[in-house]
């Protein structure tokens, strides 16, 4: 069964941080991944979008991996700020699995001022 | 800035009607998804479209139905509400290969 996986559930960091968060998933065939950031209550908003023949896309202070080999991404986000307090969700566009989304169950972030 | 909207943002409805959550894009977009989300939890998709008269349903089994009779609408019915039908309502859309975006979804109660 394809799954994504996203580990820690909740992470809470000081003002300034550096912080990465992970996202596995169980079959390396996959098209692209794409990272989301979701707000209480609200919708999500897309991050960044890497295709399968990437290694790493960035976008301002965001930086995100994959290594489809392990099944593994990585979110790095740079000198953390309060409001980037949210959920953090990735979602994984397997091969094979007609243009379905698959969806972690987010690391939601808390950042301390 | 995602050219994606849905309405209404909040439902509140009694028991047993008809309900309708409109999904509209203008980006031109061939896949459409509806997804369901229950407060803290994780998106389960429901259904989705490849296009024009193609609809499937999801990994999570709902009694709601949808159609695609236009590339740019893609509506969400519920027959008969009932409470366990109390959720977050979340469309998205995307291009072949490329990336999704997001409504701000529809939070529906049931009483």
Redesign the interface.
């Known amino acids: 069964k394809q799954e994504v996986t996203q580990i820690p559930a909740a992470l809470s960091v000081p003002e300034g941080e550096n912080l990465v968060l992970n996202c596995s998933f169980t079959d390396s065939a996959i ?2 991944l ?1 990272w ?1 950031r979701q707000d209480p ?6 991050l960044l ?1 890497i ?1 399968s023949s990437q290694r790493e896309q960035t976008s301002g202070r965001l930086n995100a991996s994959l290594d489809k080999s392990s099944g593994r991404s990585t979110l790095y986000i740079a000198a953390s700020q309060p409001g980037d307090s949210a959920t953090y ?1 990735c ?1 994984v ?1 397997f091969s094979g699995n ?9 690391t939601t972030l808390q950042v301390k001022p | 800035e ?1 050219d994606i909207y ?1 309405t209404p943002r909040y439902l509140v409805i009694g028991t047993g009607k008809k309900i309708t959550l409109e999904c509209s894009q203008t980006m031109g977009h061939d ?1 459409m ?1 509806w ?1 369901q989300q229950d407060p803290g939890m ?2 389960h ?1 429901i259904h ?1 479209s ?1 296009g024009v008269n193609s609809t ?1 349903k ?2 999570l089994s709902s009694e709601s139905t949808v159609s695609r009779i236009r590339t740019e609408h893609f509506p969400l019915t519920l027959e008969s509400a009932r409470p366990s039908h109390t959720s ?1 309502y ?1 469309c ?1 859309s995307r291009r ?10 529809t ?1 529906l109660t049931v009483v």
């Open positions: 098209y692209n794409q989301f209550g609200k919708g999500l908003t897309s979008l295709q969700l979602a566009n007609t243009g379905k989304l698959i969806f972690g169950q987010g | 995602a849905q896949k998804y997804y994780e998106l998709l989705y490849y499937e999801g990994d977050q979340l998205a072949v290969g490329a990336e999704a975006f997001f409504g701000q979804g939070r």
